[in-house]
């Protein structure tokens, strides 16, 4: 079970979602098939935006980053969990699991700039269409993302780097699924309040900054459409939005609670359970909610779909 108190560990047993054997087969099955449908729906996404000229907007620029970044967001979680799922020792090395944790605070915290930039996008387009050319250039928009995967970065570093320069001498046990500092810092061997503050630190940051950034936009796109006189023009836009607003509720919000709360040495059931969402849940979402509904994405489907079968 757990390592001698006067050594450091190296490796970490994963306790995972369930220890019932019937439930754990079951979850293989369900996380099995949510990858599949993340990788496929991403990897469609990005082949139909790369295919189609059509598709070379700034919107779908970003859809197509934030697809590759959803591909990889999830693959550093779940290939991982589904042998667990299977395994009789659910074991981590100490390095796998400091990667592990490193790539998915990239990925996640990508993902939360991305989210911002891609809401700034269709404010642009809604409320500034005149000047929405000029605006969005394509060096802006490289520059966006290269500052969402720099911000990623960023925030991942500093995370990664406070949660492992504790010692970790005690018990090897992980009451979670997957690396991440919450679950980490409740093994740790001393004091954790510094760690803590400076995750809570960037998480206001890469959290509730992108949170204000979508809140404004939605809410001057909003305020847009209400105005718009053609009835069938309010509902594209509200679909549209309210599509999107899903999609924030389930990723920041569930992000919030794990990251922005005061961090207690047990996790139970309820902080796993919420942290599916972020993790795992949003990556297979959000080709079905930003893409695979749009009409010009399943105009380029539709496309492909003749070319293959000519």
């Known amino acids: 079970m757990g390592k001698l108190n006067d050594t450091y560990l190296t490796e970490f047993i994963l306790l995972g979602l369930s220890s019932d054997h019937q439930t754990q087969i079951l979850l293989f099955v369900v996380f099995l098939i949510i990858y599949l449908i993340t990788v496929f729906g991403n990897l469609l996404i990005i082949l139909l935006i790369h295919v189609d000229s059509r598709l070379h907007t700034p919107m779908y620029f970003f859809l197509k980053i934030l697809s590759l970044n959803d591909l990889c967001f999830s693959t550093t979680i779940v290939p991982k969990m589904l042998v667990h799922f299977l395994g009789v020792r659910k ?58 995967w720099a911000s990623g970065i960023f925030v991942s570093v500093i995370d990664t780097s406070f949660t492992l320069c504790l010692p970790y001498q005690g018990p090897n046990l992980i009451n979670h699924y997957f690396c991440e500092p919450p679950a980490l810092l ?56 309210s599509s999107h607003f899903i999609v924030v509720i389930f990723f920041y919000g569930s992000t919030i609670f794990t990251y922005m709360q005061p961090n207690s040495k047990k996790m139970n059931e309820r902080d796993k359970v919420i942290s599916v969402f972020y993790s795992v849940v949003t990556s297979m979402m959000n080709p079905f909610m930003y893409s695979l509904r749009n009409k010009d994405v399943k105009e380029a489907l539709k496309k492909v779909l003749k070319i293959e079968i000519g």
């Open 91 to 148: 074991t981590i090395s100490f390095a796998g699991c400091s990667m592990q944790m490193f790539f998915f605070l990239i990925m996640g915290c990508t993902e939360s700039s991305l989210l911002a930039v891609m809401s700034y996008d269709r404010y642009v387009a809604v409320c500034k269409p005149l000047h929405y050319s000029t605006i969005m250039t394509q060096r802006v928009c490289v520059l966006l993302v290269v500052g969402s």
């Open 186 to 241: 409740k093994l740790a061997s001393e004091e954790t309040y510094t760690a803590e503050m400076v995750i809570f630190a960037m998480g206001i940051i890469i959290l509730l900054g992108p949170v204000s950034l979508i809140l404004f936009s939605y809410w001057n796109i909003i305020s847009t459409v209400v105005q718009i006189h053609s009835s069938e023009g309010r509902l594209k836009v509200f679909s549209t939005c």
